[in-house]
């Protein structure tokens, strides 16, 4: 008896919160309607900022030619010059402003469609209501290639046309792809999907942000705006300075995080390597974006970017036997995570096409995450590789200088070999009797 009232009173509370439930829609519905009972909603304001981008827009574009003519005119000065370049940059500068306010008032008609007015899209075709929709706020009906001073960026041009320019004091690239009508819509869906994944986050996605997708009028090109983190991909810095064990767990981790972010949406990248991967101030690791032309399929084989003696195509795609998945992207974390930790050291590959690890020196948590990285089967996943304990290290270590006196470093996540003493110098480590509340003792 006990049990079955106890059963009616749960049936009872669920009613209630269904009710109260409802009471709150119809408040919220009663709210957003109340202005629009005596009229319906248009999209003049669109419009008119429409109307003064046009404006903006036209005179930019005869600015921009006036520079090139003075450029190729043998009496041009300098100050001219410089006059013109400050100018289009002022134009520049209030186009985007137009264009911020117009996604504004895009999102403004998206929530009345989705909420009241389902017909605007039909009522209004002209605005492009449904374009905006479908991309995620991700596309701009309103941005063109000749409205921005761009630079051909030859030594990153491998494969798409890309160049250099600069929007609002930021340097930004554009990456261009050759569409049809099949894959514009393709580029259209793929490039919102991963847009809406990042916005849920933004920077701690950890993957690049897409600012603008925007069409070519003239020819078959899909334009992407992404920001230029120059000199900042594991390619371009172990190059030239090379992370240190602390920084590249720090940047790995936040590489994790970006495929996991991917993966928890259903999204497999399949082009990660060094090129594409970014170490901002060689401590916040982001992955980039994708060729959004191609499926998965496509990008992981086209993704054959070796690390010295490996590739980064995991051993069952290269047999035929499965289509990429997220295993197959962090197969490809581990190699970059190995390639970051043994250099140019020459690796073997096993008969099932797994890298050699044995005989490498390195820390025992650091070989063990690769074991379990770089292996046939049962992998590690992005959720697994994040709650490793190489990542999971103390925020306040002691350190001990070359003087012999200690200091604690705060925020700073250090491997084993790194915070490993001998016993001469932690008899040189004097604890205090002041215990913080966090647990570590204060360091003298």
Not at 7 to 21: F, P
Not at 347 to 352: G, L, Q, W
Request: proline letters at 4%; a negative charge; charged letters at 25%.
């Amino acid at each position: 008896t006990y049990s079955g009232i106890m059963q009616k009173i749960h049936q009872e509370q669920h009613l209630l919160h269904v009710i109260y439930q409802k009471y709150l829609n119809s408040v919220e519905f009663k709210k957003q309607i109340t202005e629009w009972l005596d009229a319906s909603p248009t999209i003049d304001d669109l419009l008119l900022i429409k109307k003064r981008m046009k404006n903006l827009k036209a005179q930019l574009r005869c600015k921009l030619a006036e520079k090139i003519n003075l450029e190729e005119s043998d009496d041009c000065s300098e100050s001219e010059i410089a006059k013109l370049k400050e100018a289009i940059s002022i134009l520049q500068n209030s186009v985007f402003q137009e264009i911020y306010k117009e996604q504004k008032e895009y999102e403004k008609l998206n929530h009345l469609v989705q909420k009241l007015f389902p017909e605007l899209p039909l009522l209004y075709p002209e605005a492009g209501i449904l374009e905006y929709m479908n991309s995620g706020g991700l596309l701009s009906l309103s941005l063109e290639r000749d409205l921005l001073e761009a630079e051909p960026m030859k030594e990153l041009s491998t494969k798409r046309p890309l160049v250099c320019s600069e929007v609002q004091g930021q340097k930004v690239l554009l990456k261009g792809y050759t569409v049809d009508m099949n894959t514009e819509t393709r580029v259209i869906e793929r490039a919102a999907k991963y847009h809406k994944v990042w916005k849920e986050l933004k920077e701690e996605s950890g993957l690049v942000q897409l600012m603008f997708l925007f069409l070519c009028k003239s020819d078959p090109v899909a334009y992407l705006m992404v920001p230029y983190y120059a000199g900042a991909s594991l390619g371009a810095l172990q190059t030239t300075a090379p992370l240190n064990s602390r920084e590249t767990l720090k940047v790995m981790k936040g590489v994790a995080r970006g495929l996991h972010t991917l993966h928890r949406a259903g999204i497999v990248h399949g082009s990660v390597h060094k090129n594409n991967v970014f170490a901002l101030n060689r401590e916040q690791g982001i992955v980039g974006e994708f060729d959004f032309t191609k499926s998965k399929a496509q990008r992981a084989l086209l993704n054959s970017m070796a690390l010295d003696d490996y590739s980064l195509i995991c051993p069952e795609l290269k047999q035929g036997k499965h289509l990429p998945s997220p295993a197959s992207d962090m197969f490809a974390f581990g190699c970059l995570l190995c390639w970051l930790f043994i250099g140019n050291q020459e690796i073997e590959i096993n008969k099932d096409g797994t890298p050699q690890m044995d005989g490498f020196d390195m820390d025992h948590k650091v070989k063990s995450l690769l074991l379990n990285l770089l292996c046939y089967n049962d992998r590690m996943t992005s959720e697994q590789v994040l709650s490793d304990e190489c990542f999971l290290l103390p925020e306040v270590i002691p350190v001990v200088s070359e003087n012999g006196s200690t200091k604690c470093e705060h925020g700073k996540a250090r491997t084993e070999d790194e915070i490993s003493l001998s016993d001469e110098q932690n008899s040189k480590i004097v604890p205090s009797e002041n215990v913080e509340p966090n647990g570590y003792s204060e360091c003298v």
